[in-house]
């Protein structure tokens, strides 16, 4: 069982070239999450989906999109990629809803730069 | 504004105890949230409190009391392997999380 994968591990990007970062679960979650983790801050939630179809918008969700097509995949798109975008992002699952435990699983992470 | 405070680093010594404090203010509590995050890698649960008091696992307790908006995180008999960021995140209303920027705790022999 793999749990989150996410791809690729890291990438040196051009600024203004569109860029999708996958991610994959195995575990049937029916939330996904995408952060982006910076030096001094906390996590950021950028979007999430609560179930397959279905998608809402974060903390820090401009100049990003996310797709909900199946349970198993949530894809985030940079459109056209700037400078500020250089980060580490992290793909993360739950059972989702409102269950009392529902803890975040994250995947291993894609380290993004933009030149 | 939702806001989670937490030390930016601590030091302590290899067999000793450690306490991470973390304070929140947010809207809406729905259980807050404890997470190990050792360098280059991925953030993995420690402890989850949703009611006021200890919880304990192992080596490691977590408590909370709602009232004051607080939680600490307790590390006994520290070992090498505990150096790493600790991270409280606190669920809100919608019941997303909102991180603290997390703590880095080194261990020296």
């Known amino acids: 069982i793999a749990g989150i994968t996410q791809a690729p591990t890291s990438q040196i990007l051009a600024a203004g070239r569109r860029m999708t970062l996958r991610c994959t679960q195995d575990?049937?979650?029916?939330?996904m999450y995408w952060y982006r983790q910076d030096l001094g801050l906390g996590l950021r939630l950028i979007h999430y989906?609560?179930?397959?179809?279905?998608?809402g918008k974060g903390e820090v969700p401009d100049g990003y999109s996310v797709s909900r097509a199946n349970t198993d995949d949530f894809p985030l798109t940079l459109a056209s990629a700037v400078p500020s975008q250089t980060s580490v992002y992290f793909c993360?699952?739950?059972?989702?809803?409102?269950?009392?435990?529902?803890?975040?699983?994250f995947g291993p992470g894609t380290r993004l730069t933009v030149l | 504004g939702q806001n989670i405070d937490q030390p930016t680093e601590m030091t302590a010594t290899e067999g000793a105890i450690v306490q991470i404090n973390c304070t929140y203010q947010?809207?809406?509590?729905?259980?807050l949230f404890w997470y190990q995050q050792h360098a280059g890698e991925a953030p993995t649960f420690l402890s989850y409190?949703?009611l006021d008091g200890l919880e304990e696992k192992g080596r490691f307790s977590s408590f909370l009391s709602r009232s004051k908006g607080y939680s600490y995180l307790l590390l006994k008999e520290l070992q090498m392997k505990d150096s790493a960021s600790y991270l409280c995140?606190?669920?809100?209303?919608?019941?997303?999380?909102?991180w603290g920027a997390g703590t880095k705790l080194i261990i020296k022999p």
């Open positions: 989906s609560n179930t397959a179809g279905t998608t």
């Open positions: 575990m049937r979650h029916n939330a």
């Open positions: 993360a699952s739950s059972e989702g809803g409102t269950s009392d435990y529902n803890e975040q699983f």
């Open positions: 947010t809207s809406g509590f729905n259980g």
């Open positions: 409190n949703v």
């Open positions: 995140a606190v669920r809100d209303s919608n019941y997303q999380l909102i």
